[in-house]
């Protein structure tokens, strides 16, 4: 069987390093390892107005913009699929047949499903597409037989529905779907990090957010205002870990080649941690060094960047073309459920055959 990879992200806003820590990196990794045979990328626009539906100029402008952040990246039109949702119509069928087999109860016990609809104040007015988005994903998820759906933890419970959904076609119509497997980040520091201000989520609304497109200027003074220790007043003061963003940050990005670079007192990041911890070392200090840690790995994204931004015509041409290379893998397993279901009235030439003999003989 083929080792398929299909993910994405909504085009609600540019990216940030949560992304790139969470994601973005290691979809760069897949691509170049050479271990799958087909690797799709969606730009979910469809999955973004379930929630945005009274904004849509919003979603139609942040599509080039994670394109942008997507190809400086490293993503390669010419190794991975970039493609998007809407414009692949069997996606939106798949979602319809796939709606037979799941119950409203079953969505409503979905964890991922109630801590959006609770995030976001639906809990007396739910979207029924916003309610329904597992099983818009179990239809991206399948359409393009994807054997593998790099995620977070917290998306677990939306892999385990898709997983349900594949079970409960091939059970009622035939082994036509493949069942995919989550693949979730390798350590915790690729896990989500936390806002500059120390708050769990990084988002836009709250302006806590480092994004892939900011200036080195603009980098250097968000990583300066970053939540540390509030109990670490003085230099001497023993420093405390947990919950402080800068070694949160540090953890996510910080590589033992840096410290010779920036920092060569330390020949590691626990030495530093270790120091930060009995006292003597400022927070000034450290993020200095995490800035410089962070710049390094931002600037060669910046510069592709701004070299992109010269060819938008070129991107949306990428994003045409994967579009319709998309559509075609689509619509083969579109064509593959249709004859399991019994529903390829045009296409099945035994049954015209069938019926024409029958009223023959009548």
Known sequence: MSKIILTGDRPTGKLHVGHYVGSLRRRVELQNSGEYDKIFIMIADAQALTDNADNPEKIRQNIIEVALDYLSCGLDPNKSTLFIQSQIQELTELSFYYMN????SRLQRNPT??????MRNFE?????GFFTYPISQAADITAFKATTVPVGEDQLPMIEQCREIVRKFNSVYGD???EPEALIPQTQACCRL???D????MSKSLGNCIYLSDSADEVRTKVMSMFTDPNHLKITDPGSLEGNTVFTYLDAFCKEEHFGRYLPEYANLDELKAHYQRGGLGDVKVKKFLNNVMQEELEPIRNRRKELEKQIPDIYEILKKGSEVARQEAAKTMADVKAAMKI???DDAALIASQAEKYAQD
């Open 101 to 104: 087999l799941v119950t409203v």
């Open 113 to 118: 499903v109630k801590a959006e609809i609770q």
């Open 124 to 128: 007396t007015s739910i979207p029924v």
């Open 176 to 178: 036509t779907l493949v």
């Open 194 to 196: 936390p806002g500059i």
């Open 198 to 201: 120390g708050k769990a989520k």
């Open 344 to 346: 390829n009235y045009f």
